[in-house]
């Protein structure tokens, strides 16, 4: 199971992209995670405000 990597499929597809680019640069990942924490907390506050997500 290390020896070769396991096909993971992630929905947003942008997501798996954004953590092989972590696993392949990882001083990168590191300095980029204030960066998705801010964006994480400005999304749960405009959820907040709204009430919640909207349902499609």
């Known amino acids: 199971m290390i020896d070769r990597p396991?096909?993971?499929?992630?929905?947003?597809?942008r997501r798996?992209?954004?953590v092989r680019v972590g696993d392949l640069?990882?001083?990168?990942?590191?300095k980029a995670v204030p960066l998705m924490v801010a964006q994480g907390r400005r999304v749960q506050k405009k959820l907040k405000a709204t009430g919640g997500p909207l349902d499609p």
Do not use: C, M, S
């Open 16 to 18: 798996g992209l954004v």
């Open 6 to 13: 396991r096909l993971v499929t992630t929905i947003p597809r």
């Open 25 to 30: 640069f990882p001083r990168f990942g590191l």
